[in-house]
């Protein structure tokens, strides 16, 4: 499983400046998906050094806030979180993290370069995974350092403090920002992926990351429809969905896709597929059809399916008109 021991990824890169210094004054803004787990690891890791965070809405930077003191148990006279009052505030920050929508970090980009830094060496960094490190161009000429730490991780609003565990971010930028963002990646509990060049190479990763975490989730949501109208009792089909899905990530740690794959497409049963095909709803019945051909190339290529049942198959999603 991917867990929290990822300690020998990280030695894939060099071990320098992979210190983060926690007294050095730490900036989010925004108070979304992102900043709530950010937030919540950083009152965890370190509580006795408040991050200033500015939000655009001040009742929404109160429910972060709330939000993350009660996830460090509310300590007294701790305040984890400094709510800034104005953005200009930000350039007394050492780093920053932009944790906005991608579509408003140019905007938000734009207006913190209005305040040029107060510090030495003060970094800004963007989290998207689909843009460049140059959204954040208008700050670099006024002096910050920038860059990109992108984690590869899907994100709700909650302040959880094990957000990062075992996460591997995707990192770029100046060398200064870049040193930054590695060192908080691992203080997070995250590891380091290995560099992405821009252009062709960051939006293959990207494309590769949301067909994942969008993909599963609408497989979940028709796969609960059906389990949920075949028990009666919702809660216990997600449970056992969950169950089974983590017995798929498992397997698919340890060995390659193909050799994971299970169930009746990849033992040719067509009667089988075919009553499944009557019992879905009609849109999971057609993502259900649109995988079959990929199913049955990954369990012929693996060699466990004789060549009567693939062509069994093939005629059959002939008849469906998939193949
Ligand atoms: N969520 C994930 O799973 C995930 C994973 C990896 C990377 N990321 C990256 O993390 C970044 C943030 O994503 P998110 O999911 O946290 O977004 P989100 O939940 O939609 O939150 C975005 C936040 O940005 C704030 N904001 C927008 N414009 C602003 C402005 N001009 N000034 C101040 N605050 C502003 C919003 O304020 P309001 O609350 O007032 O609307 C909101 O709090 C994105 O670059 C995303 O690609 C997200």
Redesign the pocket.
């Given at each position: 499983m991917l867990g929290p021991d990822f300690g020998h990824r990280t030695t894939l890169f060099p071990m320098t400046d992979t210190h983060l210094d926690t007294t050095q004054p730490f900036g989010l803004?925004?108070?979304?998906?992102?900043?709530h787990a950010m937030a919540a690891t950083w009152a965890h890791q370190a509580p006795n050094q408040p991050i200033g965070v500015?939000?655009?809405?001040a009742s929404?930077g109160v429910r972060l806030r709330d939000a993350v003191q009660r996830s460090v148990g509310r300590p007294e006279g701790i305040e984890t979180i400094d709510l800034l009052d104005s953005?200009d505030e930000m350039a007394a920050m050492h780093t920053t993290v932009l944790?906005?929508?991608?579509s408003?970090?140019e905007?938000?980009a734009r207006?913190l370069a209005q305040h040029p830094p107060e510090v030495e060496d003060a970094v800004v960094l963007?989290?998207?995974?689909?843009l460049p490190v140059h959204v954040l161009e208008p700050l670099r000429l006024v002096g910050y350092q920038i860059g990109r730490m992108?984690?590869l991780?899907?994100?709700?609003?909650k302040a959880d403090p094990e957000g990062f565990r075992g996460v591997g971010f995707s990192i770029s930028g100046g060398p200064v920002a870049v040193a930054r963002a590695k060192a908080l990646a691992l203080w997070l509990g995250g590891w380091i992926l290995p560099p992405l060049a821009e252009g062709e190479a960051q939006v293959r990763y990207h494309a590769a990351a949301s067909l994942l975490a969008g993909g599963i989730g609408v497989l979940f949501e028709y796969s609960l429809d059906g389990m949920a109208r075949a028990l009666g009792d919702r809660d216990a089909a997600r449970g056992g969905l969950i169950h089974l899905l983590r017995s798929v990530a498992a397997n698919l740690e340890e060995v390659e896709p193909r050799d994971a794959l299970t169930g009746p497409s990849a033992r040719g049963d067509v009667e089988v597929v075919r009553q499944h095909l009557e019992a879905l709803t009609p849109e999971g019945a057609e993502i259900y059809r649109a995988l079959l051909p990929a199913m049955l190339h990954m369990a012929f290529e693996r060699g466990t399916l004789a060549e009567v049942d693939r062509d069994r198959m093939l005629a059959f999603l002939a008849q469906e008109g998939v193949a």
């Open positions: 803004i925004g108070v979304g998906a992102l900043a500015w939000a655009r809405s929404r953005i944790a906005v929508r991608d408003d970090l905007e938000v207006e963007h989290a998207s995974g689909a992108h984690p991780v899907s994100l709700r609003r």
